[in-house]
């Protein structure tokens, strides 16, 4: 009997709803250097190139709606009869929009402001600029967007590990299983004696972590794992 859940989700369960992914052939990394825009480094050098890259992502998402996974992961937390947390690498707000409560962005959301002046995180959804003003300090000239670039900490790990270590079912779903800490989440839960499940289009880089899989795009094999856990 299942009690505890621990979910993680990447790029691939936004993809249906338009959302580029990450490592696909056509996918962001292809067209943009991630050193240039997801790096304190590449912000310190050209802080402009990253508001814009920041800035067209916002205003794509803008137009997308959550798909079949991120409604059937909202109707698991409102209907799961146990603990239940879904962590997520994905900056947009698909989650939240498709009613997903017990939710933890580790890699920030691109929908809200960090302010590298006073440290204050605020909700953001114009255009943001090294001209834009930060709500708190008023000050100019320090707001970023509240993501954590690669080489930086990720948000509420403590929360994240207690979580694994307490979880008796730990499913992944659309992502590469590339980047830490998230890529050893599989492991940490399994240590603690989780079953682990992966949902993804094809065979990620940790698949031999887990011990069952069902491979296929997330609005279908999603849903389908939803409706047999709740049966
Ligand atoms: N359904 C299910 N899975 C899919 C779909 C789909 N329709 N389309 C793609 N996928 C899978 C791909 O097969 C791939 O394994 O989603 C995964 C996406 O992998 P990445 O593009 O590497 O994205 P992700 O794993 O989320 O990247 C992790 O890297 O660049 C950083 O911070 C960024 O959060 C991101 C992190």
Redesign the pocket.
Known sequence: MTSSIVILT????S??SGIS????PD?I?SKVD?REV?TPQGFAANPARVHAFYNWRRQNVRSVEPNA?HVALARMEREFRGEFLLVT???DSLHERAGSQKLIHM?GQHDRALCAGCGSRNEWHDEMSMRSRCPACQRVGHMRPDV?W?GETPYEMDRIQAALGQCDLFIS???????YP?AGFVRIARAEGARTVE????P?EGAVHFDEADH????R?VPAFVEKLLA
């Open positions: 990447g790029a691939g369960v993809a249906e992914t990450f490592r696909d996918g990394w991630y997801a996974a690498q994905n900056v890699h954590v690669f779903i659309g992502t590469s299983g590339n980047v998230a949902l993804n289009l094809v990620s296929g795009p997330a609005t094999v």
